[in-house]
């Protein structure tokens, strides 16, 4: 009789009944690995984020630097009669036009307010080098003697902007400041 009994027990319980202990567990490994799958996306947004704002940043500081470096073109090409009458410029030029001897400690201007993105923790800045005389067009030297338009001031204008707190950014270029039609 008790094997009559021990039959009926197990014909009642259904199939899937013995198997829902394995589902929970199934589901509970599921889960965590969809947690942890939610959890790296939203650390790879918060890294491009990141990576947006240093872009932004740096782009702010280059557009910075380059307004300084054509606004000291502008200097330089506007030219000067004291540059270009042979002048050497001295250490105390250095503080009045920014315009430092070959060699010299820099001295940074601050472009005028106003002509800068605001945005920049600071305004950019700029220094210009006198580096001596140089051919004022391609063929001008090569006479003898050489004509009077083969002279021309040469200056390395270096520029720097800073974004607020992430890039900073430095260009150079070397400028001629006259370049003189020849014959005049």
Not at 57 to 82: K, P
Not at 97 to 116: H, I, R
Request: charged residues 15%.
């Amino acid at each position: 009789m008790t094997r009559a009994v021990d039959a009926r027990r197990h014909s009642r319980l259904p199939a899937g009944g013995r198997q829902a202990g394995i589902t929970l567990l199934v589901v509970l490994i599921l889960l965590l690995i969809l947690s942890v799958l939610g959890i790296v996306i939203l650390r790879s947004s918060a890294m491009q984020e990141r990576m947006s704002a240093n872009m932004r940043d740096r782009s702010l500081a280059f557009q910075g630097a380059e307004t300084a470096l054509r606004y000291a073109q502008e200097v330089v090409l506007a030219g000067n009669s004291a540059w270009e009458s042979g002048i050497v410029p001295v250490a105390e030029n250095c503080t009045n036009a920014s315009v430092c001897p070959t060699g010299a400690t820099a001295v940074w201007a601050n472009l005028p307010t106003g002509t800068y993105d605001t945005r920049l923790g600071a305004a950019p800045q700029y220094w210009i080098e006198y580096l001596g005389i140089g051919p004022g067009y391609k063929g001008s030297c090569d006479s003898l003697p050489p004509s009077p338009d083969c002279e021309s001031p040469l200056f390395r204008i270096t520029a720097r902007s800073r974004s607020e707190g992430r890039a900073d950014v430095v260009l150079q270029a070397n400028v001629a400041s006259r370049t003189p039609t020849p014959g005049q």
